[in-house]
């Protein structure tokens, strides 16, 4: 239903910054909501951040809010995840996501990129 394409990921260090891409190719959904979500090894994925595809609405887990910022571009249809303030326990293989309504319930989701993997050295 609908495409999702992953990148931007990479080593980073402690404190440091990276911002994520999420390009929707096609969607036979209309307005799909888009989040991230994140999954660190041996861990369960938990969710991270979504936007509405106008772009307005937004909601962040607790975990993230004021570090993270999820973006959507205007005249593309790509939305961004900017990860500030980076710490070892960030570490995770970061996926997004499509849904049909706006929501941060993973079982939501229909359609799921490959992911991207963030190592963060201490």
């Known amino acids: 239903q609908v495409q999702l394409e992953e990148s931007g990921g990479g080593l980073v260090q402690a404190g440091g910054s990276l911002r994520l891409s999420c390009t929707v190719a096609?969607?036979?959904?209309?307005?799909?909501?888009v989040a991230w979500f994140r999954q660190a090894l041996g861990r369960e994925r938990e969710f991270v951040a979504v936007?509405?595809?106008?772009?307005?609405?937004?909601t962040y887990d607790d975990s993230v809010r004021g570090c993270f910022i999820i973006s959507k571009g205007i005249n593309d249809n790509t939305v961004y995840l900017q990860l500030n303030e980076l710490k070892p326990d960030d570490t995770a293989t970061y996926s997004c996501?499509?849904?049909?309504?706006?929501?941060?319930?993973?079982?939501?989701?229909?359609?799921w990129g490959q992911g991207t993997q963030v190592p963060v050295s201490s």
């Open positions: 936007i509405s595809w106008s772009g307005i609405t937004t």
């Open positions: 096609r969607s036979t959904l209309n307005r799909p909501a």
């Open positions: 996501a499509a849904a049909p309504s706006f929501t941060r319930q993973m079982r939501e989701y229909v359609s």
